[in-house]
């Protein structure tokens, strides 16, 4: 990853813009020298915003990390064909030319990301706080350290193994933790989960009496502190945190952390009259989400059935096996609003231009990375072993909101952890979880898969500079 990460900063113009939509949908500035700008609060501001940008091109999470490579990998669309781009995606075939330029390019604008977040936190820690009004000095070093942590954590889950596998024991990737360019010491998994950990209690630590989502000292949500569910804010670090601690193994932790969120009751259940008029994202319960002005476009190019070259969709049998149409799924929301036939095939609307492409709603052009539901589906994986009836309680909850009947007491943990799963498949097509589900689990097998999941499948490989320049 041989990139000169100290000559240019990404710098975006967001000052005077009223709307979310307004603050986000920008054209980036030209590049300048990076010193130059640290010197108002609008700077670091602006700073901040071009990591959010980046991180939602379609080479990270504006695609591959959400509705592209990575659900590929999990299977969440059907049989590629030769004509269509994911073909050897789909396969693990990972030497392959375009799949291996995806994967390089992961790898590559993460990192940038982190070099340019790196460079915000350094010139935070020299900077005059009297620049900053309010809160906003905590706030917009806490979004920072999260973000570090966030996108460290997905290179870990693609480029190095599973805890569960080797304990943590074995060699990760590089965490950088510094703006300086060239090669870092590479520690374990273990090491590198105690990086991200301490990332993110820093991140708590600052956001907790800061962010207007959180605080309970009337922090102005106001001016930049507005639309805090597009920001890292501080729910969205617990939540990251309950994920992270479930990757290790740490179930007490995780708990603790998805309760918190949950408790919260930040994020309601999205009612089924916001769903039919148009919210098929279920907004009201995205924790975290990326602003992407393309996505009623995407929508038309990957989702509509046209062109069906894209290959994008589930076969009807599939789409039956997700939804369990056979027992009782019929009726689910997530079946009735955010998936149509068309061609044949059945494809998901959730980025459907007519309903989240209407001007001025909740859900315009939103990617959602985290929802609260996520948190139910981690508490109740938590408590499967230790406090069944809990675990089918947290179960139950989600399945009231999407229209289905509750799951009976008296479950084994295998019968629980089989309706967690479910739960995966059903919630987070387009926001690239199940593949890390598959892989935290190391399952043997993917669903839809004739190839056995093993290392060859979950540990994506590294761009050849990085083993070439010693990087690893």
Known sequence: MNINYKIYFLLVAVAGFSSCKKWLDVKPKTQIESG???????????ALTGVYLNMAKPAVYGKELSYGLVDVLGKNYTQFYYSEDYLNDSRYNYAFRSTKARIDAVWKESYFSI????NLIANLETADRNLFEGANYNVIKGEAYALRAFNHFDLLRLFAPAPSVAGGNVKAIPYRSSFENGNVQVGTVAEFIAKLIADLELASSLLKDSDPIASTTNAPAGGYLR??????NYYAVRALMARIYLYQGDKDKALACAKEVIESQKFPATSVSQIVAGNKIMSTEVIFSL?????AADYNFSFSGVPTSTGMYLSSSEWSDV???SNGGSSDYRYLYQT???NYSRYTTKFRPAANGTSGTAWENRLPLMRVSEMYD???????????GSAVGYLNA?????NLPGLPNGLTTAVIQNEVFKEYRKDFITEGQLFFYYKRLNKAQIAFSQIPGDAKVYVLPLPDDEIEFGNQ
């Open 378 to 388: 981690i508490a109740a994986e938590c408590l499967a072993e230790t406090d069944p």
């Open 36 to 46: 130059d700008h640290f010197k108002t609060e609008q700077g670091f501001q602006d």
């Open 291 to 295: 602003y992407k002005n393309t996505l």
């Open 340 to 342: 149509e036939i068309v």
């Open 115 to 118: 070099a340019n977040v790196n």
């Open 227 to 232: 639309d805090r569910t597009f920001k890292l």
């Open 398 to 402: 989600i399945r009231a909101t999407r």
């Open 323 to 325: 939804y369990e149409l």
